[in-house]
Antibody, heavy 120, light 106 residues
Framework: QVQLVESGGDLVKPGGSLRLSCAVS????????MSWMRQAPGKPLEWVSY????????NYAESVRGRFTISSDSARNSVFLQMNSLTVEDTAVYYCARIGEVDYFYIDVWGKGTTVTVSS | TVMTQSPGTLSLSPGERATLSCWASQSVHNDLAWYQQKPGQPPRLLIYGASNRASGIPARFSASGFGTHFTLTISGLQSEDFAIYYC???????FGFGQGTKVDLK
């Protein structure tokens, strides 16, 4: 059964850092690109970042570029999102998500999400 | 690329047909997906490639369009279909989502 399980969400002060993890199972990790999405309360979805199956290619939304870093560890079947210099605008549910096909960036599997709250 | 959905809210009764629209500010060809999201849940993929149903999606969900205008149709609303629907383009980075259409019970 394909599964994505996020962890690491927490309450953090503005300017702080947090590292999210996503453990995947049920499929061959190195066959897929992976991504992080987020959804602020009552807002639409926002694509935060993605990483290629071999971790050689990444991309970021302008709102997080230079502050967030996506990485992966194929030995641990895991994807990570290091978030630095957090602001209140980063408050959201963060979803780990699998990209359906190489070069076709729709999301076919979603995790349940982990909540990040940035507040003083 | 800005994605715009209409209407913002669609109030319908079970059994009725729902027609949701999504516009792109520039052509995204057929690189368009639709998702359904219920409160407290992650989104679920319904449609990819503008018109291809994802695995396990009932045939009452259909979609069409190319370029800048896309449509999702739900023929014969079931109680479990009342939710928010998002379109998403994946032709240009950043791969943006529309603001959503809420289908609620009339």
């Amino acid at each position: 059964q394909v599964q994505l399980v996020e962890s690491g969400g927490d309450l953090v002060k503005p300017g702080g850092s947090l590292r999210l993890s996503c453990a995947v199972s049920g499929f061959t990790f190195t066959d897929y690109y992976m991504s992080w999405m987020r959804q602020a309360p009552g807002k639409p979805l926002e694509w935060v970042s993605y990483i290629s199956y071999d971790a050689t290619s990444t991309n970021y939304a302008e709102s997080v570029r230079g502050r967030f870093t996506i990485s992966s560890d194929s030995a641990r079947n895991s994807v990570f999102l290091q978030m630095n210099s957090l602001t209140v605008e980063d408050t959201a549910v963060y979803y780990c998500a699998r990209i359906g096909e190489v070069d076709y960036f729709y999301i076919d599997v979603w995790g349940k999400g982990t909540t990040v709250t940035v507040s003083s | 690329t800005v994605m715009t959905q209409s209407p913002g809210t669609l109030s319908l009764s079970p059994g009725e047909r729902a027609t949701l629209s999504c516009w792109a500010s520039q052509s995204v060809h057929n690189d368009l997906a639709w998702y359904q999201q219920k409160p407290g849940q992650p989104p679920r993929l319904l449609i990819y490639g503008a018109s291809n149903r994802a695995s396990g999606i009932p045939a009452r969900f259909s979609a069409s369009g190319f370029g800048t205008h896309f449509t999702l149709t739900i023929s014969g609303l079931q109680s479990e279909d009342f939710a928010i629907y998002y379109c998403q383009q994946y032709n240009y980075w950043p791969f943006g989502f529309g603001q959503g259409t809420k289908v609620d019970l009339k």
